[in-house]
């Protein structure tokens, strides 16, 4: 992979669906706006376990979800009686 600043809409056509870790991610707030690409994959557990390694270089990383998540997930709340 290059290591060249891919803009976030950029990372939806070239990953779509997939996890991507991303070295000296630019964040607005909590969005990501972009970043270098280390890894990426369909897999979040395999972005963590095997981009681990690719993250030495760089100062802060970040992975993010190159497509859209389910915005409608149900979340159980338990009441402790």
Same mark, same amino acid.
């Not at 997930?73 to 009686?81: A, D, E, N, S, Y």
């Given at each position: 992979m290059e290591n060249s600043f891919i803009g976030f809409d950029e990372l939806k056509k070239l990953y779509p669906n997939e996890w991507v870790l991303l070295g000296n991610p630019q964040m607005k707030n909590t969005s990501v706006l972009g970043g270098i690409v280390l890894f990426h994959s369909k897999d979040k557990k395999e972005v963590c376990y095997i981009g681990r390694d690719k993250t030495a270089n760089y100062s802060t990383v970040? @992975? #993010?979800? #190159? /497509?859209d998540l389910k915005q409608h $997930?149900? @979340? /159980?709340? &338990?009441? $402790? &009686?």
């Open positions: 970040t @992975i #993010a979800f #190159a /497509g $997930r149900k @979340i /159980g709340i &338990l009441k $402790r &009686l």
